[in-house]
């Protein structure tokens, strides 16, 4: 298992917030938003497949970040810090 980040800017009109929220549910991976368009992700998926999946949904004027992620430090996300540091255990 490993633990990503991913991060996007959306700069058109599609796909929407809520659109990103669906897709992201639809890969069924261990998730939750951290900021605003930053989320966490645990999952057995390499980096490659975890871009592929976001990319897919994206249009060409937005911008994408996918980083494989061995070790964090946070406070005041907009998950719980508890839930974070019990997803990111179950996928060191």
């Known amino acids: 298992m490993a633990n990503y980040f991913v991060s996007y800017d959306l700069n058109g009109s599609t796909p929407t917030h809520e659109q990103m929220d669906k ?3 639809t890969a069924g991976w261990a998730r939750g938003r951290v900021l605003e368009t930053v989320w966490y992700v645990g999952t ?3 980096l ?3 871009f592929d999946h976001v ?3 994206l249009s060409n ?4 970040l996918v980083i494989d992620a061995r070790n ?3 406070r005041n996300l907009l998950i719980t810090d508890e ?3 019990q ?3 179950q996928n060191e």
Do not use: K
């Open 55 to 57: 990319n897919s949904i």
């Open 44 to 46: 057995p998926m390499n």
């Open 83 to 85: 839930s974070l540091q």
């Open 87 to 89: 997803a990111w255990g």
């Open 48 to 50: 490659d497949a975890v």
């Open 23 to 25: 897709h992201m549910a």
């Open 72 to 74: 964090a430090s946070f």
């Open 61 to 64: 004027n937005d911008q994408l």
